[in-house]
């Protein structure tokens, strides 16, 4: 009854590749997040996600793309993988943040991204 | 934007010692803060969680006060054990914010 997970759980691969990780919540959220965790522990907002239509996107480059077939699932493609890609991205779930009322995020297992 | 400040970076106890962990936001309209502990290797998971209506909550050995004229919340670990030990992040936002700004996060060490 795992509530927030992704896939893979580590990822290695060569600069220049593209490469994707899957996340999926049956907590029956209506906002999903991106977040990359660096090698000294920030944990920095990256996108969100909320009934399938993008709010946030926090200056990343545009070689990240994020998509939501539907609002239990987002994915987060990275075409061009540059060295400084390399760091845990989590996937997040909270209640509809549209609502006017800020709440829990629930964060997936991480995916450990290596870019060689 | 909302700025979370968090201290200290580190922090190493001795086994059955308290903890406090301090954090400053910026945002006055920040009025949600809630606790995250990271253990190696694992995902952030909730601990706790205070609103801004309210200046403590506790949770058995976990309570977090709030201080909104001071723009400053703290979390408080009694009697410290070796698993407590772990990064832990404070983070705020508002109810009319879209993103939850997390501190830099403290490392903390319970020595048996």
């Known amino acids: 009854d795992t509530a927030v997970s992704q896939t893979p759980k580590y990822l290695v691969t060569q600069m220049g590749n593209d490469k994707s990780i899957k996340c999926e919540q049956n907590?029956?959220?209506?906002?999903m997040y991106w977040y990359k965790q660096d090698s000294k522990k920030f944990l920095k907002i990256m996108f969100s996600y909320n009934n399938k239509e993008l709010i946030i996107n926090e200056t990343v480059p545009n070689r990240f793309s994020p998509k939501s077939p539907d609002k239990a699932h987002l994915n987060l493609h990275i075409n061009s993988l540059e060295l400084g890609d390399s760091a845990v991205y989590f996937c997040?779930?909270?209640?509809?943040?549209?609502?006017?009322?800020?709440?829990?995020?629930?964060f997936g297992p991480g995916t450990r991204l290596t870019v060689l | 934007g909302e700025n979370v400040e968090q201290h200290p970076s580190t922090l190493s106890v001795q086994e059955g010692d308290s903890a406090v962990i301090k954090c400053t936001y910026s945002?006055?309209?920040?009025?949600?803060f809630p606790w995250y502990k990271q253990e190696l290797g694992k995902r952030p998971q909730l601990i706790i969680d205070i609103r801004s209506n309210v200046g403590e909550k506790k949770d058995q050995r976990i309570a977090v006060t709030l201080n909104k004229t001071a723009k400053h919340f703290s979390l408080h670990i009694t009697e410290t054990q070796p698993e407590d030990s772990a990064v832990y992040f404070c983070?705020?936002?508002?109810?009319?914010?879209?993103?939850?700004?997390f501190g830099s996060g403290t490392r903390l060490l319970v020595r048996p």
């Open positions: 907590l029956g959220h209506d906002t």
């Open positions: 945002d006055s309209a920040s009025n949600y």
């Open positions: 983070a705020a936002t508002s109810d009319s914010s879209y993103k939850l700004i």
């Open positions: 997040a779930s909270s209640q509809d943040l549209l609502a006017g009322v800020a709440d829990t995020q629930y």
